[in-house]
């Protein structure tokens, strides 16, 4: 197919798996996952990646790494942090299995914990199984016994990853100072104004509206339950589509994944193509937050499309604390 596919879904994959007189969908997985390394874009390590999961609605989700060039390592994207971001943004409330091409690091085993159930994951490595009759599939308990996660610090009742965020934010626009002189300044190629349509540099009109609205769904739909400092982004290509990612901490911290790199998945998995066709892009963040997003979102924007330019908006909650999941 000439569109990579990062969704496949459920009768397509139940139908893949009857075709190739497979027992199940789950066995399915690691015969994807060699042509899905195809699809991983890592040029530092050329070192190709890729995560292949069966969500619990039937439906399988593809990962793949991400590096980008002229920034430090630990701004990529790994390819189980690609899977469960993709999960989260299709609105599958469940990892069941996986499939990947080499056995997860410690980063991503920890990344997993954010889940609920996270040790009834399971995980096959296909490097260690090289036949596709060979499905040999373990718990992730096996990969990373004596977890540390979100249920050390948070309540039952607070949500995980992959389960429905309402962060009861609130938006007020504000541009940053070192912003305003675009943002007046209408003749410039890299801004784009509050008015409802602008040219941007390669002719597109945009509406920054669609923008403000994508990043500011983010931002409420992130998971920030360690410092109550949400926040989203949103991307803008140069055909008028729009990308949102959200924030989404780690109880570990290090393993969090921040709203840019969210959207540059949902970029990836939406067909994007080369990292300049986004021309403009929106953050909505706390103003006062303890954990902040814009310095280290204008590096990576300077790195991956120099010329687009990012318009911040700052946010802030209604409530004291993150919601609680709603009763069943």
Known sequence: MDQPRFVIEAAEAESMAQSLALPSVRHLLPALVRPAQALARPPISNYHVAAVGLGSDGR???GVNLEFPGLPLHHSVHAEQ???TSLKAHGCPRLLALAV???PCGHCRQFFQELRNSSAIQILVTSQNKQISDVTFKPLSQ???NQFGPYDLLDDQTPLLLEPHHNALSLTPIISDDNRENHQNLSNCNGFSENDHHNLCNGFSN???LLKAAAMEAANESHAPYTNCPSGMALMDCEGKVYKGSYAESAAYNPTLGP???ALIAFVAGGGGG?????AAALVEKEEAKVKQEDTARLLLKAVSPKCELKVFHCSSSTANFCKKAPN
Do not use: M, R
């Open 60 to 62: 399988v989700f593809v």
């Open 260 to 262: 840019f790199q969210a």
């Open 101 to 103: 091409s080499a056995a």
């Open 82 to 84: 690609f899977l469960v």
């Open 207 to 209: 509406n920054s509206a």
């Open 143 to 145: 990969f990373l016994p």
């Open 275 to 279: 990292y300049d066709q986004i021309v």
